[in-house]
């Protein structure tokens, strides 16, 4: 009867898990990608692994974790967002070499932890910038200032972080999919991103309707894609996050999405306010604008009221011209703190929140927000492509599968 009374504490004959010494009970379809039983998970990586929000059930699929040695420590290791209960796979970047637990790598909690050294990695004096050149050029990479080296197949020292787009990070880089505890979601709950789309109703008419949807994106080099392994064309060449959108949307709604991004690597929200954009944009006749600016903004010592009048003046240039237009504005992923002074990066989230109770057919999606939590977790160097403020293949990842919470009730069986 003991057994009987323990499984009938984990999980009830109507579906909702219970929980021990606790009289709540939890509505299970919250969380539609649930798995009962992890014994019994496989890897799979398509559409819905890839594009789904992580937090519908209880499996991530290839999060991403640098490998690193810390001052001091023999250790090599990379923390996880959540305790594994069951490791169901751990590959290099390439996804092609998978590693045996026990042999080549142990966990303990939510970290994994290198047996076997001949699987790469980096030291955080590595990381950091304050080896040799010798060092590094003895690990294949030929170490200068950003303006006289190819960061893409090089790197260059930033004072406290090495730049690149380069093997250096993505290489020692693991992609782990495990199972974890239902409850580390449930006791976060309020950070993640929840249906949305009455907010944008003309958009939210089109997908219901299964109408054609054009999405046409303004900003810098992470709505480029920059740093992905598509864009950088090496393993595994996942594609930039408003591709994988674009896809997302239409496996969702059964419709046809068109995607213009015009966005450019380097710009900031000055640029984007210039007739030369702003008359594109028109020109393009978008259902939906994407806009995401602040990384250079933050870089060129913008303050937060001068962002806001530059975004304002996107925004309101663009409704006069197209009434119809919905527009998302998207904080960004937060960059490497010590070279960013990340305290604008906070206030810039919260002009483009004013920004959007102020306009109609404009609403806030907040990234910078979600990547404090995710970086409060891990170590940005897990999540990073270039070392400073580009988001690898997990944290582009991790847009859409915002992106496509704030779009589609996941929850809601009617819509499947």
Not at 215 to 227: A, F, N, P
Not at 343 to 365: G, I, R, V
Request: hydrophobic share 35%; glycine share 8%.
């Amino acid at each position: 009867m003991k057994g009987l009374s323990k499984l009938a504490c984990f999980f009830s004959l109507i579906g909702t898990l219970t929980s021990c010494g606790s009289p709540k009970t939890i509505d299970m379809k919250q969380y539609p990608n649930y798995i009962e039983n992890l014994n019994e998970a496989k890897y799979l990586f398509g559409d819905k692994e890839l594009q789904d929000p992580f937090w519908l059930g209880n499996i991530m699929y290839n999060e991403s974790v640098l490998m690193m040695q810390k001052e001091g420590q023999t250790k090599i290791s990379g923390k996880l967002l959540y305790a594994p209960k069951k490791i169901i796979s751990i590959r290099d970047y390439t996804l092609e070499k998978e590693y045996v637990e026990g042999t080549d790598f142990k966990v303990e909690g939510n970290e994994i932890i290198l047996l076997n050294t001949d699987i790469e990695y980096r030291t955080e004096s590595e990381v950091s910038g304050n080896e040799s050149k010798e060092h590094y050029a003895e690990k294949g990479y030929i170490l200068g200032e950003v303006s006289d080296v190819n960061v893409v197949a090089n790197i260059a020292n930033m004072g406290g972080t090495i730049y690149t787009e380069s093997k250096f990070y993505y290489g020692a880089q693991l992609w782990v999919t495990y199972g974890y505890d239902i409850n580390e979601i449930i006791k976060d709950k309020d950070v993640f991103t929840s249906y949305s789309a009455d907010k944008l109703p003309l958009i939210k008419d089109k997908l219901e309707k299964k109408e054609s949807l054009k999405i046409v994106g303004l900003g810098d080099s992470v709505l480029q894609g920059c740093s992905s392994s598509g864009e950088m064309k090496h393993k595994p060449f996942l594609k930039n996050f408003m591709e994988y959108a674009k896809d997302g949307l239409e496996r969702l709604y059964g419709t046809n999405v068109v995607l213009d991004n015009q966005a450019v690597g380097g710009k900031d929200a000055s640029w984007g306010s210039e007739n030369t954009q702003l008359n594109k944009i028109v020109a393009a006749n978008p259902d939906l604008l994407i806009l995401h600016f602040g990384i250079n903004d933050l870089g060129a010592g913008h303050g937060a009221m001068q962002y806001y009048d530059e975004m304002q003046s996107i925004v309101l240039t663009i409704k006069n011209n197209l009434p119809n237009v919905s527009i998302l504005l998207l904080s960004p992923f937060a960059p490497l703190n010590g070279i960013y002074g990340e305290d604008k990066m906070e206030a810039y989230a919260e002009q483009l929140a004013s920004l959007a109770e102020e306009n109609d057919n404009t609403a806030f999606l907040d990234m910078y927000r979600f990547s404090k939590y995710l970086e409060n977790k891990k170590n940005y160097y897990d999540m990073t492509g270039n070392g400073i403020n580009h988001v690898n293949d997990f944290a582009s990842r991790i847009y859409v599968q915002n992106l496509l919470q704030y779009f589609y009730d996941f929850q809601n069986e009617s819509n499947k």
